[in-house]
């Protein structure tokens, strides 16, 4: 079946447009709301020249100009027609679940419909989501004294506060932040590898505990800071 048109539903306001964005296969572009013109260029340039025995000569080198023709507008106006792939359907639901909770709805899910008519089929995408997990308790789990020391003292500068969304952009901001302070205050050697979360979902009322966890080299006791 050609894919005629997609639909994503029930999602998030906030949130409508991008996953309409993740969806892998869209259909054919439309002329004037209704025809899909690239597709039927694409479809109607088609055809070959007959053999060049089997015509006057005078007539296969028209039809070879012709043919040329019909292949550059194949080319560059034409739309090969987009047959549903149900792979594609499965992969563009899988993103959206991704994505949905990367922005705090972590029990999002998304199933997919197909009604095909007359060859023409169409994808709804419908979403089944609960409000936002917002941030309970973020606790600091840092084995290096030195480095729990300074990292409390800036702590008002954390990307993460009880109260508010959880996504995982906040993660990454706060991991980013830590190392970028650390850095600077003469831990060249830290890198974001030594951070990492556990996000706790058992808590209820879609609220989610974060600790943050700051981890030592390997063999070594703490970190080395540099004049």
Do not use: C
Request: charged share 25%; no cysteine; proline share 4%.
């Amino acid at each position: 079946a050609v894919l005629a048109n997609t639909e994503v539903k029930n999602a998030p306001d906030s949130h409508q447009y991008k996953l309409t964005t993740l969806v892998k296969q869209q259909p054919n572009n439309r002329f004037l709301s209704t025809i899909r013109l690239g597709m039927w260029t694409y479809l109607l340039a088609g055809g070959e020249v007959p053999p060049r025995d089997s015509i006057p000569e005078g007539q296969w080198f028209v039809g070879k100009a012709w043919q040329g023709l019909k292949e550059t507008i194949r080319r560059d106006a034409g739309q090969p027609p987009v047959i549903l792939d149900s792979a594609q359907i499965r992969a563009s639901a899988a993103q959206m679940e991704t994505y949905l909770a990367d922005q705090g709805h972590l029990s999002a899910r998304v199933a997919s419909s197909v009604d095909v008519t007359n060859q023409q089929a169409t994808v709804t995408y419908d979403v089944q989501s609960e409000e936002p997990y917002q941030i309970g308790n973020v606790d600091y789990f840092i084995q290096d004294r030195a480095l729990n020391r300074l990292i409390t003292e800036e702590r008002e500068q954390k990307r993460l506060d009880s109260g508010r969304t959880y996504s995982s952009q906040k993660l990454r901001k706060e991991r980013n932040r830590i190392s970028r302070f650390l850095q600077n205050r003469g831990f060249y050697n830290f890198s974001k590898r030594f951070i990492e979360f556990q996000v706790d979902t058992s808590v209820g009322e879609h609220t989610v505990n974060v600790a943050v966890m700051v981890a030592n080299p390997a063999d070594y006791q703490r970190h080395r800071q540099y004049e």
